[in-house]
């Protein structure tokens, strides 16, 4: 056991090895549902950290399943953090605080690729996790009460973290998919002035940063499928029939990413986001995977010709359609129609939007870089290429964590790869840089992550050329 105090209160703790403490499960807040959650600035009894917290309410998705946590415990009290530290801290220590993804419907903290003592063994640093509410528990209408949980978690780290040995003036926020999306709306919030020094954002869902009027029409829907017409309706059902409906909802694959997520203009994150997080100075890095949609294409396989697939085209470029099949097929080569439409997707999903948020971020001289992992995994043949949420175990270094190689294989490259993300994070916890240029306007400079690295230069002006003619 080891036991950390200091004006708020007593944390006890236990050694995961000889080099790295762990305290799990802090409650950082408390919510009532459908209401701000209200920080735990003081607690009147030891704190005992030795578990992970309750799992916030969701409806489980494939990851789920892989991760073996659907049948961790679930609760509305979920408001919980995790810290990783080296049992020996000398000087205050860089912190990176993780939040994350799953589309904000879905995930938890307690994952074991997001397990922290690797990086905390490599790096020299206090790894957090945070839990936050989800699905309508999180965001629905206007209300973004789950950005609003992950900003009471910061300031929980900025009250608390240098009794474990971190810096509260050097907070590093990563995420990835929606906790990627979060990093981004959490620069842009002015909720978050003093409590967050860098950011890092991992294949960002950032058309998830909704508008007031797609919030409205979402909210609409699911009061429908719920059977109530109001908030209040919605408060008087039990935890399992609000899950109910939100699976309902999510029998139509569209309202997965689409019915809750946070609202810009909505609590705690402005209208305009990207110019926000531009103007806030917060140096940032943000990544792509190649491949992102081909897991979708995969996990829901749909027969499709290729008739099928230039409607999917005609949705996206109307009357550019045309130009845009041939751009395509003379980008990828020999393509299958659903990996034509998945190269297209993950444009229009995750490149071209994180391409939008650089673009305007280094127009104002807003410290930014880009990456684009690329290596493609084994497995299934190859048929998920390098696609989204690869990366995970890379970049936590948690390569022999429980069915990563069912996701990765065994390629020996892998360690040399993860060590190309963790030494880059790792960098940039502690410096603010990174090994390879800004991302300006005039190079686009971007770190592709493989086997190997190079920095690019614009990389694909073809299709980045192609997408600016449709936005």
């Known amino acids: 056991m080891i036991q950390i105090s200091n004006r708020y209160g007593t944390f006890s703790g236990s050694k995961y090895n000889n080099h790295v403490d762990e305290f799990l499960g802090i409650q950082y807040a408390r919510a009532e549902r459908f209401e701000a959650p209200v920080d735990i600035e003081k607690y009147s009894e030891i704190v005992e950290a030795n578990s992970f917290g309750a799992q916030c309410p969701q409806v489980p998705g494939f990851m789920e399943d892989i991760l073996n946590t659907k049948e961790?415990?679930?609760?509305?009290?979920?408001?919980?953090?995790?810290?990783?530290?080296?049992?020996?801290v000398k000087s205050p220590l860089p912190v990176l605080f993780w939040i994350h993804g799953?589309?904000?419907?879905?995930?938890?903290?307690?994952?074991?690729?997001y397990h922290g003592a690797n990086l905390v063994e490599l790096g020299d640093v206090i790894i957090v996790s945070i839990n936050y509410r989800l699905g309508p528990f999180g965001f629905i209408a206007a209300n973004n009460w789950g950005l609003l949980?992950?900003?009471?978690?910061?300031?929980?780290?900025n009250r608390n973290i240098e009794s474990f040995g971190g810096d509260p003036t050097n907070v590093t926020i990563f995420g990835e998919s929606a906790g990627g999306s979060s990093v981004v709306a959490l620069t842009a919030s002015p909720s978050t002035?003093?409590?967050?020094?860098?950011a890092w954002a991992m294949s960002p869902s950032l058309r998830q940063l909704r508008t007031n009027a797609e919030a409205a029409e979402a909210t609409a829907a699911f009061f429908e499928v719920a059977r109530v017409d109001s908030l209040n309706g919605l408060k008087a059902l039990t935890t399992q029939q609000i899950i109910d409906a939100t699976a309902q909802m999510f029998l139509n694959l569209d309202n997965y990413i689409s019915t809750f997520s946070p609202t810009r203009g909505g609590s705690a994150l402005p209208e305009t986001a990207y110019e926000a997080s531009a103007k806030s100075q917060i140096p940032l890095v943000v990544g792509t995977n190649r491949d992102e949609n081909r897991l979708w294409a995969v996990l829901n396989p749909q027969p499709l010709e290729i008739s099928g697939a230039k409607e999917y085209f005609d949705q996206a470029f109307k009357e550019f359609s045309p130009d845009a099949w041939t751009i395509y097929e003379q980008h990828l080569g020999k393509s299958s129609p659903v990996q034509m439409v998945s190269s297209m997707q993950t444009d229009r999903d995750f490149r071209v939007p994180a391409w939008q948020l650089c673009d305007v971020r280094s127009e104002v001289g807003s410290k930014t870089w880009m990456y684009?992992?690329?290596?493609?995994?084994?497995?299934?043949?190859?048929?998920?290429?390098?696609?989204?949420a690869l990366d995970l175990p890379f970049m936590f270094s948690n390569l022999n964590k429980p069915n990563v190689e069912l996701f990765?294989?065994?390629?020996?490259?892998?360690?040399?790869?993860?060590?190309?993300?963790?030494?880059?994070?790792?960098?940039?916890?502690?410096?603010?840089e990174v090994s390879w240029p800004n991302y300006t306007p005039s190079a686009r400079s971007t770190l592709r992550i493989d086997v190997e690295t190079e920095v690019l230069s614009e990389p694909d002006p073809t299709i980045r050329n192609l997408w600016k003619q449709i936005s």
């Open 408 to 432: 990765t294989g065994t390629d020996p490259n892998r360690s040399k790869i993860s060590g190309h993300f963790t030494t880059e994070l790792l960098r940039f916890a502690k410096t603010g």
């Open 72 to 88: 961790l415990p679930t609760s509305e009290e979920c408001l919980y953090l995790n810290i990783w530290k080296p049992s020996e």
């Open 193 to 198: 002035k003093g409590l967050i020094a860098k």
């Open 372 to 388: 684009w992992f690329t290596w493609p995994t084994p497995i299934f043949d190859g048929v998920l290429g390098c696609c989204h």
């Open 149 to 157: 949980d992950q900003i009471s978690a910061l300031r929980w780290v």
């Open 102 to 113: 799953g589309a904000y419907t879905n995930g938890t903290a307690a994952t074991s690729w």
